[in-house]
């Protein structure tokens, strides 16, 4: 046959098909999540994310160290707060003496050259396991966004570069940039949680944490998974208000969406790729029915295929060991 083209030809080899290689996904562009709890010497597996653990400082510490080593350079941080602190108010959220705080203070004072993401949510620290303050069965917007701004205080005081707001409230990036710049705090970053869905795929997470709702669900809040148009809404709101990130969650399902806002707007999209996208591929992996390093690869690259600029993956730090051995 006279084929003038034979794309097979860019194939032929590995040297040749990473020469022509279209997407790379790079330790600098990941971000890696770390669960926190109260008190020494701990490092609790969790059942359902195999490999991933609950830290107390000092242990998180060691694992940032090891992370730093492996070219891993920036943390999100989640807290998973004991009963006996939480109210339907989350006032422990912003208290001196919480946990949380102290950890992210010590991680920039230990690694001033990682950057710091914290979580902005009632969920962690409220009783009712909303994260929104939860009056007559209804979660409240806008008496909401007063504890989300002590909050975000709170944290920029203990050093966080970047706030997440995970809340879905509206209104609540501008309200959060407005009491930033009030105190000071002009140079941290707002990473919103712009299209985050009501998704079945975070049951691992609320395990790690114990912060499943008590009553109802999150479905006032977050997305339905069925709309596509509603992320531009969210988006364009969380532009205008001061967002410097806008994040998916989750990503490995909503990729659709991920393209979507890479198209539409010209600031970092971030991708979360959740704990259930995770813990089905170690599940399988476990059963023998794929290989769970070369699935998490093809997810990853998937993702910033996508448009992802900036991906949050619990297998960051396997990646990133996956590329140490490669080099």
């Known amino acids: 046959m006279k084929l003038t083209r034979r794309p097979r030809r860019n194939r032929i080899s590995s040297e040749v098909r990473n020469l022509v290689r279209e997407t790379a996904v790079t330790t600098d562009k990941l971000v890696y999540p770390l669960f926190l709890i109260d008190g020494e ?22 694992e940032i160290s090891e992370c730093m080593g492996l070219g891993l350079r920036t943390f999100i941080l989640f807290p998973a707060v004991d009963d006996k602190w939480k109210d339907s108010t989350a006032s422990y959220s ?13 991680i920039k004072s230990r690694f001033p050259e990682a950057t710091v993401v914290t979580d902005v949510a009632m ?65 941290v970053g707002i990473m919103a949680y712009t299209a985050k869905y009501a998704s079945s795929f975070y049951g691992p997470f609320r395990d790690a944490l114990d912060s499943a709702p008590k009553a109802g669900d999150k479905k006032t809040y977050q997305m339905d998974y069925a709309n596509k148009r509603e992320a531009l809404v969210e988006a364009e709101l969380d532009v205008f208000e001061g967002a410097d990130f806008l994040m998916v969650k989750p990503a490995l399902a909503y990729l ?17 790729n959740v704990s259930g996208e995770y813990a089905m591929v170690k599940a399988a992996a476990e059963k023998g029915w794929l290989d769970g390093d070369k699935v998490m690869q ?12 900036i991906i949050i993956t619990y297998a960051a730090k396997e990646y990133a060991m996956f590329l140490k051995r490669q080099a």
């Open 123 to 187: 969920d962690p620290y409220n009783s009712d396991g909303h994260d929104g303050l939860v009056r007559d069965g209804k979660i409240l917007n806008d008496e909401t966004l007063e504890i989300l701004g002590k909050m975000t205080i709170a944290q920029a005081k203990a050093g966080a570069d970047i706030v997440g707001p995970s809340d879905m409230m509206d209104g609540r990036v501008g309200y959060l940039r407005e009491v930033l710049d009030e105190a000071g705090f002009i140079n």
């Open 41 to 62: 010497n701990k490092r609790e597996e969790i059942k359902s994310m195999p490999g991933i653990c609950r830290f107390t400082i000092d242990e998180a510490l060691k």
């Open 94 to 106: 912003y208290n001196p003496e919480n946990f949380y705080l102290k950890a992210i203070s010590q």
């Open 298 to 309: 093809e997810i990853l690259v998937s993702i910033k295929r996508a448009g992802a600029d």
């Open 256 to 272: 659709d969406i991920i393209q979507l806002l890479k198209q539409s707007f010209d600031i970092p999209i971030v991708a979360y």
